[in-house]
């Protein structure tokens, strides 16, 4: 039997009766993912005037050349790049000045956009196989008023497009209550027939034993491989994508009863009315059974959590089987969703069942496969030059510091040189250049920033003398630490020790409007009040040898009115006391967002009304037992 090799993925099962159907009427529509961005491509954040002054300033003087004339690739789609020297005069009509033409057809429809640059100007979709020929005339304007020297032409072919489609993805996870389809990439198909198999349960182990981690199935591959499934629907979808665009699309389940049961299924697709040796084909899961594994030197934490709510999912039956489909350990998560397994190098298919759900992980395979996600690093460059330092927000008026080390493309240490800094404000305007020298191989620069600094985001550029861009990035911004006032107000005179105490709450923004609404979060204590009168300094009253008086009282939780305002209550907890006390609030004001001030703190005294010259008053209004000493000290007039 064939080791394993399946995606690191997350699959589920349901042991149910299978289904089988036929449907050829009525076909769903794929939908695109919900965009991340702008839903228009072209659409570009038009430069401000003091962006495009500094601009046309730094071009002062540079000539106009058209560098590049080429077919790229942009967001899926057959994209025309002219790529100019210096940057372009945002306000003026470039379909009066840039021209394409088809040889066969004539003029080619669509718009000029420009990049935000201002250098690049792109015209989308472009048909296949394609003579073109573009050309630029002298009236077209750079951003410091050059134009070209003469007019240009060139001429170029587009590349061929073949039809395509194919799934996202080598396997996909879609919870069963937040489905939201199963992705595919499409170039120029408009429909597709999709077959969706179920794995029977005892089969599960075999199957997965011989899929191999692949994207397509073979006709003689499916002979052996659909034997082990039940053929549950049968599906035309219309997916329609945008001409010459490769889009990714959703195929929609949530309509489809056959596929509204958990578990493990094969999905085959093929171009409607196109038949060929192989076929697209990907294994996805419907499960709400989320599995992750650490391996550690002979053991497996395994956690198993909801994929619908994230909480840990208990008593779910966690299998460690080898490449045959033996059970090599078993046991069930508790509480928290844990489970530990004793683990060999035998060790192949981790299975996690409950209620006819399965989950499976695969650990042959590398612990995270990053092949299948966009990832952008840091330029490699012959010299690499890292620069970093404490922080990368300051305000106007502290001092910017940076540090920095110049290293090979092995990370070695290279000859010490001078580096060229440049201090970038958000214009683009340098206001600083300074050489740089190291000291023991570091880099060390420090900027002073002026009290009036423009707020944005900085730049600090470095030049080693390869003509490679570098920059390290800061911002400057005008920012306050606290943008809420919080005032408690105690009760204004001393209260009696079996009385409530009442504090008073107002908050507000710093720019004048109230709290309305927001939370105080807060706490209460109890401490001793020995110096309770201050009319006699050094007197300390109380019962010195009275324990417990320094406690933590009540937790507070307060909903501000419309105004800003509010009141917390405590009832007496310290009726039985023989000492002076105060009661402190110590609370925060939540912002609307969740985030707290610093806490503000404040106290109520207790069992102070008598006068200060008063002994006897205090002592019987506050229940206050003084030592003999300090009744005869008061007495006698201090």
Not at 83 to 90: E, G, H, I, K, N
Not at 429 to 455: C, E, H, W
Request: proline share 7%; aromatic share 6%.
């Amino acid at each position: 039997m064939k080791p394993f090799r399946l995606a690191a993925l997350s699959l589920a099962l349901l042991t149910a009766f299978s289904l089988t159907g036929c449907d050829d009427s009525g076909a769903p529509q794929a939908t695109a993912p919900a965009p991340a961005a702008d839903s228009n491509p072209g659409a570009t954040a038009k430069p401000d005037r003091a962006q495009l002054a500094a601009l046309a300033e730094k071009s002062q003087g540079k000539a106009l050349t058209l560098l590049d004339a080429s077919e790229v690739q942009l967001d899926g789609a057959a994209t025309l790049v002219l790529t100019f020297s210096v940057p372009l005069q945002p306000d003026q009509d470039f379909s009066r000045s840039v021209h394409l033409v088809d040889k066969k057809s004539g003029k080619v429809d669509g718009a000029w956009e420009l990049a935000p640059n201002l250098k690049e100007l792109r015209l989308r979709h472009l048909e296949p196989k394609r003579e073109l020929i573009v050309s630029v005339d002298p009236t077209l304007t750079a951003l410091n008023k050059a134009t070209l020297d003469k007019p240009f032409e060139k001429t170029l072919t587009t590349r061929d497009i073949a039809p395509s489609v194919g799934f996202a993805s080598r396997g996909s996870l879609l919870p069963g209550n937040v489905v939201a389809g199963l992705p595919v990439m499409a170039l120029n198909v408009d429909n597709v027939d999709v077959n969706f198999f179920r794995i029977k349960p005892e089969s599960l182990s075999a199957f997965v034993s011989q899929w191999e981690y692949r994207n397509s199935l073979s006709n003689w591959e499916s002979d052996e491989l659909l034997k082990m499934a039940d053929l549950v629907y049968t599906g035309r979808f219309d997916l329609n994508p945008a001409r010459n665009t490769r889009e990714k699309l959703l195929l929609p389940l949530n309509d489809i009863k056959p596929l509204q049961q958990p578990g493990v299924y094969v999905a085959v697709m093929n171009p409607a009315g196109h038949y060929s040796y192989s076929n697209a084909a990907t294994l996805f899961t419907l499960s709400d059974i989320g599995v992750s594994a650490h391996r550690y030197h002979n053991r497996l934490d395994v956690f198993t959590q909801s994929l619908e709510n994230g909480a840990a999912q208990s008593g779910i039956d966690v299998q460690l089987l080898n490449a045959k489909g033996q059970t090599l350990a078993e046991a069930k998560s508790d509480s928290q969703g844990h489970v530990t397994l004793q683990t060999d190098k035998e060790a192949a298919l981790l299975l996690a069942r409950k209620e006819g759900q399965t989950t499976l992980l695969d650990l042959k395979l590398p612990a995270l496969d990053l092949a299948e996600f966009s990832i952008a690093g840091a330029p490699g460059f012959s010299k690499q030059f890292f620069m970093f330092g404490p922080r990368d927000l300051y305000r106007p008026g502290e001092t910017v510091i940076l540090n920095a080390l110049l290293r090979d493309s092995d990370g070695k240490p290279l000859a010490e040189q001078p580096v060229k800094l440049e201090v970038v404000q958000p214009d683009g305007q340098v206001i600083r250049s300074v050489m740089s020298k190291p000291v023991n191989g570091l880099y060390q620069f420090t900027y002073p920033l002026d009290s009036g600094a423009a707020t944005g985001m900085w730049h600090i550029r470095a030049s080693t003398g390869d003509n490679q861009p570098r920059e390290w990035d800061f911002h400057v911004e005008d920012f306050m630490p606290e943008r809420m006032a919080l005032n408690l107000t105690p009760q204004a005179e001393p209260v009696a020790p079996d009385a409530d105490v009442t504090f008073g709450v107002s908050g507000a923004y710093l720019y004048g409007a109230p709290a309305s609404g927001n939370q105080l979060q807060g706490k209460l204590f109890l401490r001793p009040l020995r110096d309770a009168v201050a009319a006699l300094p050094g007197f300390q009253f109380g019962d010195i040898a009275e324990e417990n008086l320094s406690r933590s009282l009540d937790e507070v939780q307060l909903t501000l009115d419309e105004k800003g305002h509010g009141e917390v209550t405590t009832s007496s907890q310290w009726q039985d006391s023989h000492s002076p006390l105060q009661v402190v609030l110590q609370a925060s004001l939540l912002e609307s967002g969740g985030a707290s001030g610093d806490p503000y703190r404040t106290a109520a005294d207790l069992a102070r009304r008598g006068a200060a010259g008063d002994p006897p008053a205090i002592y019987a209004e506050g229940r206050l037992r003084l030592p003999h000493r300090y009744h005869r000290e008061a007495a006698g007039g201090r």
